[in-house]
């Protein structure tokens, strides 16, 4: 139970792609430390299915690619962040390929020839992929990588609390030294004191009832930084994926975009397709069209779901193509192959985060975010489909390129930062009380702040929210901590400020859409929502 110290020239919060990324080069140059809350290979990343966006067939272009991004993002995203990143894909996907990842190669294809998806809002085929299994492949060739790197050491089931951070003359945040990490396994409080520290921490789907996201995403990078007094930005723009399977046991299992990439079409019970009727992409419109074209139809008809169908198609393609969806929904008792499966939306991906510059520097000093807890400008009102792993592979470099710079000449030195202090906090007991909040938010934030909002249920959602937050904040200080808790606190934080930035925007954009401001409105609303906590 004893507290202890660890010194670590970098700390990476996260070892999905992008702190595996950032890790892998600093381990170079000095020593890493990752922290993990779950087991090493539990992240978003391992469970990503279409793939990584990326310009790479001599018939597309970096133009083209950025094009689709500005146009998916809804006259929201950052073009010069949209131009750097779109034109360090290549480079980065090079990387992955150079670390062990292997894509799926087009048979009988050169060395350089690999098979690419298409996927909505896509103009072109450009998404790499390792089957239906690309997250799965690039943490395998990762984990492996960063297995092999002798000042590298992952500190697996150990969360992040807190930040170090040193204070400036009007207590502002300065500089990040660090964080305070529980260690789950001896429950003890770790100082972790870094020259650098890169937040990875990943998505906060979690926050919804159902969700595609596993279980580690709960928002915690978000929470942290805001906590600190960093700025957070535009988290009303929650992506909904369409595509989840619909059934009680699949835990919102993804039907990855990739098949309607490859023809899927979306159909009422009656087997009538409707997408149509939306956007003249049908099936390959951005996905906050396709989602709510799904909601409306769900409401309109009083459905539990709609139907997508892709039996079309081969069966031989379908099952080399898809084998791991193939293989989950026929455990589900349904044949991709023979039949339309049935599909609800769920919330997938978090476009708003820590705001950073696009060498992945937060305001304050020493700070870095990438992945899905930044905010780099890319994705604007809607991201694009796979367009999170090409920016969190992108940042993750430019995170480290920053840094290995700034450390060349960095003559700083940490403060004094205390040990972890629990006061007279005791044992919790009472878990009802940690599990009813939870439940609470989630189920709020899906029937209040999701794909259709409004006035009335985002006062409502709010006023919740901030409710719950003082009970948790008393709790959280009279009991000892555990990951649970930590969650929870977060969580409900993350939750706010969806809500706030949601209550903010007085128009629909991109992902948000609200039936009082049912227009977009860009005489006042071509910016970001900006959220910071008062020092
Ligand atoms: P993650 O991969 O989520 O990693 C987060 C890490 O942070 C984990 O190691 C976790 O343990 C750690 N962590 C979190 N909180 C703490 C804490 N407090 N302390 C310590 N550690 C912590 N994107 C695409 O581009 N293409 C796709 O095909 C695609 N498919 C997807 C399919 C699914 C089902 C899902 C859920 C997402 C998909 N996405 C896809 C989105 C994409 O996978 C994620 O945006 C991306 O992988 C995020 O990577 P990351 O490194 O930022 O975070
Ligand atoms: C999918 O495979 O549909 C997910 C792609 C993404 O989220 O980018």
């Known amino acids: 139970m004893g507290n202890s110290s660890i010194d670590t020239d970098f700390l990476v ?13 600093a381990a170079e140059t000095g020593t890493v430390t990752v922290l993990t809350k779950a087991a090493s290979d539990e992240a978003n990343t391992a469970y990503a299915q279409g793939g990584i966006a990326s310009v790479w067939s001599v018939d597309d272009t970096f133009e083209s690619h950025i094009e689709d991004t500005l146009r998916a993002g809804a006259g929201l995203c950052d073009r010069a962040a949209v131009e750097a990143i779109v034109r360090d894909g290549p480079e980065a996907v090079r990387d992955l390929i150079a670390l062990g990842a292997n894509f799926t190669r087009i048979e009988g294809g050169g060395e350089d020839e690999y098979d690419l998806g298409r996927e909505g809002g896509h103009s072109h085929r450009r998404v790499l992929h390792a089957q239906d299994l690309t997250g799965r492949e690039i943490m395998r060739a990762l984990g492996e990588a960063a297995r092999g790197r002798a000042n590298l050491r992952v500190l697996e089931n150990h969360v992040a609390v807190d930040l170090l951070i040193e204070r400036g003359a009007n207590g502002e945040a300065a500089q990040c030294w660090g964080a305070y990490a529980l260690d789950k396994a001896s429950r003890s409080v770790q100082k972790i004191v870094a020259r650098t520290t890169l937040l990875a921490t990943g998505g906060a789907g979690k926050v919804y009832l159902y969700t595609t996201n596993p279980d580690i995403a709960s928002g915690d990078g978000v929470a942290i930084a805001y906590r600190a007094g960093a700025p957070i930005a535009n988290m009303e723009f929650y992506q909904f994926h369409p595509t989840c399977l619909y059934h009680p046991a699949a835990k919102s299992f993804l039907i990855s975009e990739a098949l309607r990439g490859e023809g899927a079409i979306l159909r009422l019970p009656d087997g009538a397709p ?19 074209a799904i909601d409306s139809e769900m409401k309109r008809l009083g459905l539990d779901c709609v139907y997508l169908d892709i039996s079309h198609r081969d069966p031989a393609y379908i099952r080399t193509r898809f084998p791991n969806i193939y293989q989950r929904c026929l455990g589900y008792g349904f044949d991709l192959t023979a039949a339309p499966i049935p599909v609800v939306p769920a919330a997938h991906y978090m476009c708003g ?4 510059d696009l060498s992945a520097r937060t305001p304050i000093a020493r700070l870095y975010a990438a992945g899905e807890v930044a905010m780099t400008g890319l994705h604007g009102a809607n991201r694009l489909a796979s367009n999170s792993l090409l920016e969190a592979a992108v940042m993750g470099r430019r995170a480290f390129a920053d840094a290995r710079a700034r450390l060349a000449h960095d003559e700083g030195a940490p403060p004094a930062f205390p040990e972890w202090d ?22 709020l934030m899906w029937n209040y702040v999701g794909i259709v909002r409004s006035d009335r249920r985002l006062e409502r959602a709010l006023r919740r929210i901030q409710m719950l937050r003082e009970e948790i904040h008393s709790y959280y200080w ?3 901590l555990d990951s649970d808790l930590i969650e929870l606190r977060n969580l409900a934080i993350v939750a706010e400020l969806v809500v706030r930035c949601a209550m903010a925007r007085k128009e629909s954009r991109g992902l948000h859409y609200t039936i009082d401001y049912p227009d977009r409105d860009d005489a006042h609303w071509l910016r970001n929502t900006v959220l910071r906590r008062d020092n």
């Open 13 to 25: 919060i996260g070892g999905g792609i992008a702190g595996l990324i950032f890790a892998i080069k």
């Open 274 to 292: 409707f997408m149509k009727h939306y956007h003249p992409d049908a099936e390959l419109a951005p996905r906050d069209i396709v989602a709510r």
């Open 353 to 356: 985060g820590v705001m950073t």
């Open 422 to 443: 629990p006061g007279a906090a005791i044992q919790s007991e009472q878990r009802v009380l940690i599990t009813q909040s939870w439940d609470e938010i989630r189920r």
């Open 478 to 480: 009279d009991h000892l």
